[in-house]
């Protein structure tokens, strides 16, 4: 069965980075991608970027423009994403989550989240 | 960026009842339209795709309706196991975006 394993929670200081990884299992890697998605406590959904798993090509939201770097390993079917420069307000639950199709610099084709991983809480305190 | 706001924010209803929560997009975006149910705690997961297509699995109780800018999600016949949070999600333009989200709970 598909399933999105991340990394554990993280606790970080302001102005340090975090790396979340997302492995995936059950399905052929390099045939979907995969999106990054994160929730503040009480809050909705907020999409952050995507990575073709397959090529490699990535793209982001303007709100994490120069924040946000979404890379993947095929060998390890491994994606990660690393936000840096955090603020109190990063805190929250980050998703990694499958889409069949791909993306352009424009459009998700096919962009329907149909696994999810468990998500990874991370903590920015001073 | 498209915005999308769902209707009502939060709902109490009955076992049995018949649950409706509308989206509106602020602009048109064709079918591009997802919804998911979160429960407390978990991730979310996909019911509805394309606006009307059922995802493999998800009960018929779940459904989805509209095109263009406006959309429904009805529950046919609330359960138990259906309190959870609703999110629709466009993917008509980068970046995608999410309703508000609508809580629903048992009276």
């Known amino acids: 069965q598909v399933q999105l394993v991340q990394s554990g929670a993280e606790v970080k200081k302001p102005g340090a980075s975090v790396k979340v990884s997302c492995k995936a299992s059950?399905?052929?890697?390099?045939?979907?991608?995969m999106h990054w998605v994160r929730q503040a406590p009480g809050q909705s959904l907020e999409w952050m970027g995507w990575i073709n798993a397959g090529d490699g090509y990535t793209g982001n939201s303007q709100k994490f423009q120069h924040r946000v770097t979404i890379s993947r390993d095929t060998s390890a079917s491994t994606v990660y994403m690393e936000l840096s420069s955090l603020r109190l307000e990063d805190t929250g639950v980050y998703f990694c989550?499958?889409?069949?199709?791909?993306?352009?610099?424009?459009?998700?084709?096919?962009?329907?989240?149909?696994?999810w991983g468990q998500g990874t809480p991370v903590t920015v305190s001073s | 960026d498209i915005q999308m706001t769902q209707s009502p924010s939060s709902l109490s209803a009955s076992v049995g009842d018949r649950v409706n929560i509308t989206c509106q997009a602020s602009q048109g975006i064709s079918y591009y339209l997802n919804w998911y149910q979160q429960k407390p705690g978990k991730s979310p997961k996909l019911l509805i795709y394309?606006?009307?297509s059922l995802e493999t699995g998800v009960p018929s109780r779940f459904s989805g309706s509209g095109s263009g800018a406006t959309f429904t999600f009805t529950i046919s016949s609330l359960q138990p196991e259906d309190v959870a949070t609703y999110y629709c999600?466009?993917?008509?333009?980068?970046?995608?975006?999410f309703g508000g989200g609508t809580k629903v709970e048992m009276k």
């Open positions: 059950g399905y052929i890697f390099t045939t979907y991608a």
């Open positions: 999600q466009q993917y008509e333009n980068l970046p995608l975006t």
């Open positions: 394309d606006a009307s």
């Open positions: 989550a499958r889409a069949p199709g791909y993306c352009s610099e424009t459009n998700c084709y096919e962009a329907r989240l149909d696994a």
